[in-house]
């Protein structure tokens, strides 16, 4: 077990250049459209409900990419900062917020505790959050020793996926898509969001002319297809089984080889 902090993902946020329009369109994706049964058309509630804390203009200057950013809660704030800090992340504070940044890439931390007002990790439900790359090991064990995390390898997987995880819950995910999708997909954070029916919501973004990047692909334990938004802005969508129901094998840090349920749960 690596030591450090406990790191939990608590949300996503949007960076975006037209904030407004992007906060439209995820929600009429994600929204009663996708086979969800939403309690509210408001755009806020609506991305609420799947952990979207934050739709921000990106900036001309001083903001990231335009992109996804997840938000990370730890025990120890300042600590964590030092540590980051020292792999080469650079701390900004931009709307009482602070993000760790490296170059164009962003992420959020926050305090376990309290945790600020604007995050709710009981929303997030099944939103998971994986770092685009084509050196898996390399950003893996930047993250481990950033964030205090554990890394498990997905055995025989074309994108040499790992799991980052704390306390046997997964956090983040690393993954090489370069072998799976005919477009050179750059490096920064996908965000996969859970729709109740998949092809549904693919099919009604692509006659938006949402660009499909990569098609519906089945892990053993979730289908998923990669798309990139009307802004630009690459994202994921989802349908997930449960882990524990999953044949596929993980390596821990120990070397030992097990199925991926016995070490790891999505949220707590």
């Known amino acids: 077990m690596t030591s450090g902090p406990a790191t939990r993902l608590v949300g996503v946020e949007l960076f975006s250049d ?4 992007s906060a439209t369109f995820y929600s ?17 509630s609506l991305l609420f409900e799947h952990g979207v804390c934050g739709i921000r203009v990106r900036g001309e200057d001083d903001g990231p990419e335009s992109s996804w950013v997840p938000v990370l809660s730890t025990a120890d704030l300042e600590a964590t900062v030092a540590r980051a800090e020292s792999f080469g992340y650079a ?14 890439h962003w992420l959020r931390v926050v305090p376990a505790d309290p945790l600020p007002v604007d995050v709710d990790p009981a929303a997030l439900g099944s939103t998971t959050v994986e770092w685009l790359t084509q050196d898996v090991p390399l950003a893996s064990g930047r993250l481990v020793e950033t964030l205090g995390l554990d890394s498990l390898q997905v055995i025989d997987d074309p994108g040499d996926y790992r799991l980052l995880a704390s306390d046997g819950v997964l956090v ?3 993954v090489d898509f370069s072998l799976l999708s005919a477009q050179p997909l750059s490096r920064g954070w996908l965000v996969y969001f859970d729709v109740p029916d998949l092809e549904l919501t693919i099919a009604r973004a692509a006659e938006a002319g ?20 009307p802004f630009g802005v690459v994202f994921a969508l989802a349908s997930y089984s ?18 991926i349920g016995m ?6």
């Open 18 to 21: 037209r904030a407004g329009e």
């Open 28 to 44: 009429w994706l994600l929204g009663p459209g996708s086979g969800a049964s939403a309690s509210d058309w408001n755009p806020v």
């Open 91 to 104: 701390r900004l504070e931009r709307d009482r917020a602070t993000y760790l940044a490296a170059g164009p």
């Open 172 to 174: 983040l995910g690393v």
């Open 210 to 229: 949402v660009e499909v990047l990569i098609p519906p692909t089945d892990e053993g334990y979730a289908v998923w297809a990669v798309l990139r938004d």
């Open 242 to 259: 449960e882990l524990e129901e999953s044949t596929r094998m993980v390596r821990d840090a120990s070397g030992e080889i097990v199925p």
């Open 263 to 268: 070490r790891i749960t999505r949220h707590d």
